[in-house]
């Protein structure tokens, strides 16, 4: 069996069983995988307290397809409307934060959310640092 890959994920079980169906329809094997745990924790985590970004718990959950699937799955998933030529296209501020956080080696890998939090905390750190030594001297 070939590997498993995300198609999209969703925040609600509605969206992902509908989208599920239209590929099921369409003769794609798929699974939907974290449905539980995002359904438990919806929407915890400091990054959606802090920057009220809406994303669910762990990612979301995930519509999965096999590999050599994923073609024709987009295409299908296209045709009924879950990909939006507007939402694929990051918007300004997601670019800024990618720009700034790419030459960061570990960084890069993490979600938005992350990037944005540890961005937060930098300067955090150095509004302290500032602050302590502007106090010593």
């Known amino acids: 069996m070939s590997a498993l890959v995300t198609i999209t994920t969703f925040s609600n079980m509605l969206e992902a069983n509908l989208a599920a169906g239209h590929l099921e329809r369409a003769g794609i094997e798929c699974y939907i995988q974290d449905q539980n745990i995002n359904s438990i924790y919806p929407n915890i985590g ?73 961005i937060i905390f930098f300067m955090l750190a150095i509004g302290i640092v500032i602050f302590v030594l502007k106090n010593n001297t």
């Open 46 to 118: 400091a990054a959606n307290l802090i920057v009220g970004i809406g994303s669910s718990a762990y990612g979301g959950i995930k519509l999965q397809i096999r590999d050599e699937d994923a073609t024709f799955a987009i295409e299908v998933l296209k045709t009924n409307g879950y990909f939006n030529e507007k939402e694929e296209n990051p918007s300004e501020f997601i670019n800024s934060i990618d720009k700034v956080t790419g030459k960061i080696p570990f960084l890069h890998q993490y979600p938005l959310q992350v990037k944005i939090l540890a």
